[in-house]
């Protein structure tokens, strides 16, 4: 890969399901250790994107460019080793194992059983998250908040390159929110890169400097939350007028 190719990009990226476009010419780029909101209204095709980079979903076109390499293309868990990790906005636990169980099973690919069954990793992932108290905990036992927290846990097991967050603010305790959002700030200033999709704009803004907004599938805005949220264009799209 060319030393000035960035960290991640998508290039022209786009999802047909029959006549529905659900994403459609959608480019943007990440520096490594950026922090940025993917935000939109209902529909607009954000799921649809983090499926597609993840490798959940085969896009119909574009380019999905890790470092250098286009992954379009390749088998999902390709994208696990090349260090893609994802959380999901309702938090897929084991719920008759412990919270430490939980961590150590090597459910997102096969690349990743090595790290994944490492204890001293989720003891060092249990000690970020505040809940090394909860280690022998049954998931089932722990509070909404508490399994969000769990969820982005099993992501971090990898040490990803690339963090996705979809909806992590979404069901959370509106006591607890502040507590994500340190969490994931405390994530970046750790190096981490991280894309964040969620409707709580609030929230987002308190997290990420940059946000990318998408209207029907397509990229309508990308750039500082504070301008962005303000584009006449954004504002249309949240209100549908
Ligand atoms: P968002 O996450 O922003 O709410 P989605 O990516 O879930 O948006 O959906 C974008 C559009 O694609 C919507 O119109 C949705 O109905 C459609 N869509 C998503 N997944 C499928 C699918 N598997 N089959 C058909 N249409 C889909």
Redesign the pocket.
């Known amino acids: 890969p060319a030393d000035n190719a960035p960290f991640f990009s998508v290039e022209g990226l786009a999802?047909h399901?029959?006549g529905?476009?659900?994403?459609e010419e959608l480019s943007f780029t990440l520096s490594r250790g950026e922090i940025v909101g993917l935000i939109?209204?209902?529909?607009?095709?954000?799921?649809?994107?983090?499926?597609m980079v993840t490798g959940a979903l085969k896009p119909t076109a574009g380019a999905i460019v890790v470092e250098g390499t286009d992954m379009a293309r390749s088998a999902a868990h390709l994208y696990a080793r090349r260090g893609v990790a994802r959380t999901f906005q309702v938090p897929r636990l084991f719920r008759r194992m412990t919270v430490l169980e939980n961590l150590m099973v090597p459910a997102l690919s096969e690349a990743a059983a090595r790290h994944a069954t490492s204890e001293a990793r989720a003891r060092e992932v249990l000690a970020f998250l505040r809940l090394d108290h909860l280690a022998d905990d049954y998931a089932r036992s722990l509070s909404g908040g508490q399994q969000k927290l769990l969820e982005l846990g099993r992501a971090l097991m990898l040490k990803p390159r690339l963090l996705l967050l979809d909806e992590p603010f979404a069901g959370v305790h509106p006591r607890l929110l502040d507590q994500i959002a340190e969490h994931i700030r405390s994530l970046n200033r750790d190096g981490y890169t991280i894309v964040l999709?969620d409707h709580n704009l609030e929230a987002v803004q308190s997290v990420v400097t940059r946000v990318v907004v998408?209207a029907r599938?397509r990229k309508i805005a990308d750039g500082p939350a504070a301008d962005v949220l303000r584009d006449p264009e954004v504002v249309r799209a949240y209100t549908g007028t």
């Open positions: 999802k399901f029959g529905i476009r659900a994403v939109g209204p209902n529909g607009s095709g954000k799921t649809t994107t983090i499926n999709v998408m599938g």
